[in-house]
């Protein structure tokens, strides 16, 4: 028998880590992000608990036809910073999934845009159901999008 003290757990799943800590952990490099964040060039930008900001950029890949980056690139940072808002009231293994997502284009994104910031705030997190609010600003700080959720809590 070893008389070595064993290692401390490094379970740093969400199953294992309170939403807030996990993205926290996430914003130092020390936890992965999400392939979905990775593939869309997201980051976490600013993280508390109940409001998280996601920066990003419109890249050339995300055009549609008119040279305007496709409104699903504004509704994947919206819907990701609504969501990670609310995983930041979370306990550990606490999942819920969007309900309902609503969202107001108010400018379009262009490379010309720069570095995005998505800014997400909770608005209620109860055991069944929370709700967030998010806006979307340009390198300028002009608004280019704004959206609500809603979330079913498992």
């Known amino acids: 028998m070893s ?3 064993p290692p401390a757990p490094t379970d740093t799943s969400r199953q294992a880590l309170d939403g807030l800590e996990f993205f926290q952990r996430v914003m130092s490099g020390e936890i992965a992000s999400a392939p979905m964040a990775d593939l869309f060039g ?3 930008a600013e993280v508390g608990r109940g409001r998280i900001v996601i920066a990003g950029t419109a890249t050339e890949q995300f055009d549609n036809g008119l040279g305007i980056a496709h409104g699903g690139f504004a509704a994947t940072m919206l819907d990701t ?6 995983n ?28 995005l910031r998505c800014e997400a705030t909770v608005l209620h997190a109860g ?4 709700t967030a609010e998010a806006r979307l600003v340009d390198a300028h700080g002009r608004l280019c999008a704004h959206a609500t959720t809603t979330c079913i809590v498992a």
């Open 127 to 130: 055991s069944r159901t929370a």
């Open 88 to 115: 930041t009231m979370q306990p550990a293994g606490r999942v819920f999934t969007t309900l309902e997502l609503k969202i107001n284009y108010t400018r379009p994104l262009t490379r010309a845009s720069g570095e």
């Open 81 to 86: 910073a609504l969501g990670c808002a609310i």
């Open 42 to 44: 997201l980051r976490i």
């Open 3 to 5: 008389d070595q003290t």
